[in-house]
């Protein structure tokens, strides 16, 4: 296609007058902003070890107390959109979070729908919408929109958790803000046993559960069963994965980003197809190598890297003894709601 006129090429007379009446020429960035074939990504392969953050984050811990803190966060912002935004990718937020001892973050909700994959320690928990959800290593929680939620610590060691959040998306839409609130009260019940076998759900009298979201704890001890039945089951199964999802609608955990745990066989290198959305990867056991793009990471337990859309990924193990698990979290509902979602294969 021949080269469009640029805007350099307008008189500049003319130019000026159409800002003055807040008009701008499109044929000048037309190829920005609709290229061919890929589009234009701000997003950057990027790798965030723990090991180097945690002290960080432990010092944060020191230096501000959680009353002046509200949530004890160092964001993991991605350089190509410019660390003061705040972002991974076009529509992923990335936070590690700090709760210590006897520490509460207070009550509150807002409109970014979140959650959050718990890295270490014990005895933390989250209230959700009334339900108490304890957090232990590799465990995924739910505070979607909306929804009440507050954290409490009882235990004696620091806990530490991933939150990831659309908060990027719903700032964009200038949607996103937060409304504090009380202390909950723990209500009985907790999805995550009533919802404890895949294929069966709760009805009593007949009557299927109204909650949108019924499910807000997903156990690590579950899905790393469920993925070590998989890859016993049919052994010639390259990819072992699981898509964490509502048991009562079938749809995706949350409506905007998608969520999944990868098993990776002791040795075994799997390249996953190059798909429209931006990808984080978060290593919940095991030592993994992440090739994207240009890139290589060497990742160990708790560290997280994230990858530009429309590119394939090679994750492989480095161990030949035992398996790896690797969280994923990803934009294809929101790709698929807008019709953009791609499989390149």
């Keep these: 296609m021949n080269d469009l006129g640029r805007l350099e090429d307008l008189p ?3 130019v000026q007058e159409l800002r003055d009446l807040n008009l701008v020429p499109l ?7 609709l290229p061919p074939r890929v589009p234009t990504r701000q997003t950057q392969p990027t790798h965030w070890a723990y090991s180097t953050l945690k002290p960080l984050l432990l010092q944060a811990g020191e230096l501000t107390p959680i009353e002046k803190a509200e949530r004890r966060v160092l964001v ?10 705040m972002k991974a990718s076009p529509a992923m937020y990335l936070g590690m979070q700090l709760l ?15 959650v959050r994959m718990i890295v270490e320690g014990e005895g933390a928990y989250t209230t959700v919408d009334g339900e108490k959800c304890p957090m232990s290593r590799g465990d995924l929680i739910l505070t979607p929109t909306g929804l009440w939620h507050e954290h409490g610590h009882d235990g004696q060691d620091p806990v530490v958790w991933l939150d990831v959040l659309d908060l990027p998306l719903v700032y964009y ?17 907790s999805g995550d046993k009533q919802n404890v076998r895949s294929g ?6 007949f009557d299927r559960s109204s909650r949108a979201y019924p499910m807000l704890r997903y156990p690590w001890a579950d899905t790393r069963a469920a993925l070590q039945a998989l890859a016993a089951d049919d052994p010639s199964q390259e990819c072992v994965q699981i898509t964490y999802f509502n048991p009562e609608t079938g749809n995706d955990a949350e ?10 066989r002791p040795g075994q290198s799997l390249r996953l197809p190059a798909r ?3 990808q984080v990867f978060h290593v919940i056991e095991g030592q993994v190598r992440a090739d994207i793009v240009d890139k290589t990471f060497q990742m160990v337990e708790a560290d997280t890297c994230c990858a530009p859309g429309y590119e394939a990924v090679t994750l492989s193990n480095l161990r030949a003894d035992q398996p790896a698990f690797v969280f994923i979290a990803d934009e294809s509902p929101l790709h698929r709601k807008l019709g953009v979602y791609e499989n390149r294969g």
């Design 12 to 14: 500049k007379s003319y």
């Design 27 to 33: 044929w000048p960035s037309l190829r920005a902003v």
């Design 76 to 85: 993991l912002a991605n350089p190509g959109h410019g660390l003061e935004n």
């Design 100 to 114: 210590l001892p006897n520490e509460w973050a207070p009550s509150h909700k807002h409109t970014p729908n979140a």
């Design 173 to 189: 839409m200038e949607a996103s803000y937060h409304i504090n609130g009380d202390r909950q009260t723990v209500k009985t019940g």
């Design 200 to 205: 069966v759900a709760p009805t009593r009298m």
């Design 255 to 264: 409506n905007i980003l998608g969520f999944y745990a990868l098993m990776l």
């Design 276 to 278: 429209s959305p931006s």
